[in-house]
């Protein structure tokens, strides 16, 4: 199956629901992402076009800082590249209204303690200053802060599963089984959760692996 | 939690289990990895050295076909950098005894059948040619590859809970939550299961997660 990688023209008529209230630099402060960044985003058409204001100016809007956060989350905490946000960003219709969103400050210690009942449920005593605990977090957080909040019961969902595979988990002393288990246990579980979307939303079966380099039309796996 | 980085010493005297019949160039071809990165493997540690024949010629065995195998496997199928594969070595014990491996040409088409079994058991009809098929494909293959065969029943493991995910799963005609779930899934899932796996091999917690470059002592979410 091959995908059109193509980015949907942003470049002309700003969309009705923008309010054209930021210069770049505050769409830097508020979202964390510096402004040479920023600019690449727009040359790359990741974001849409501000509304000019001048030759050299332009202003924009609420709808640029929720793209930002989303490229944020997807690069940061979901470890996709930039390549793989604009394939996504393709397949996205862009139009499910308004989310209320929290700021990254206000999400974070709400987002710990969903974490932290999670694994007290399932009786993981996780210090979540360790790199799994704070990726769980941040993807908590990360939810809340794009407002989607109601996706945020993944996390008990995946933490059932794991405990099944767990329980039918290899022998604690072979280390290489465990080590080929939980390694190859990711891209398998990573390839099948594609496999599964592509019913309901064939474009997502082409959202690179994780840990792959995102090469649209070549396979990754040549032998 | 902090692990050690060390590399066990491997450069001292030889293993008795390694019969020292191949030059570097035959290690190169019964492998497909190449003079320089093999020369590469064996400075960073992560190959043990061969059996010296002159001041510039050596011998190698059968462990470093098997471990050479190894970092295929993490890297190309499992995505792993070759720091993270140093980590994951300095923590396998390396004694678990011979096991009888399959040429890359027989691993293949036996992998493949077992894909295509699993996925029609689940009634998931894939085409093993893109890349989520194949990196299955892929995953089958390389236990078989590396002689653990007894691992790939993690393919029917993972099929069913993915399936049980799949069932409670987002609303088909919301893009962006789909998006959401499935990339930040990934990564909830990869760090659940290191997570789980601390209790019997704590330093399997240190295995970086997909997409995330390694950093053995550095949060890599930092906000």
């Known amino acids: 199956m091959t995908t059109s990688f193509a980015i949907p023209k942003m470049s002309g008529r700003a969309p009705a629901w923008n ?74 219709p862009w139009e499910q209204g308004e989310h209320a969103t929290q700021a990254p400050g206000d999400a ?18 996780a210090d979540l200053d360790d790199d799994p605990g704070r990726t769980l977090v941040a993807a908590v957080a ?13 996390l008990e969902r995946c933490a059932t599963v794991v405990a099944e595979l767990a329980r039918i988990d290899t022998d604690p002393d072979d280390t290489e089984a465990r080590v080929l288990t939980l390694v190859l246990g990711d891209v398998v579980l990573a390839a099948l959760r594609r496999l599964v979307s592509r019913k309901d939303t064939p474009t997502l079966t082409g959202i690179p692996l994780p840990g792959k380099p995102y090469s649209p039309n070549a396979s990754t796996c040549e032998r």
Do not use: C
């Open 142 to 154: 990360a939810l809340h802060e794009l407002g989607r909040s109601d996706l945020a019961g993944m």
């Open 108 to 125: 974070w210690p709400a987002a710990e303690q969903h974490v932290k009942e999670v694994l007290a449920a399932s009786e993981w005593h």
């Open 19 to 92: 309010r054209w209230t930021m210069r770049v630099a505050e769409l830097g402060l508020r979202t964390g992402v510096s402004i040479p960044t920023i600019k690449y985003y727009l040359r790359e058409g990741l974001l849409p076009q501000g509304e000019r204001t001048s030759p050299n100016q332009a202003r924009y809007g609420d709808e640029h800082i929720r793209r930002l956060r989303m490229i944020k989350v997807l690069t940061e905490v979901g470890g996709l590249s930039i390549a793989a946000v604009k394939y996504v960003f393709a397949a996205m």
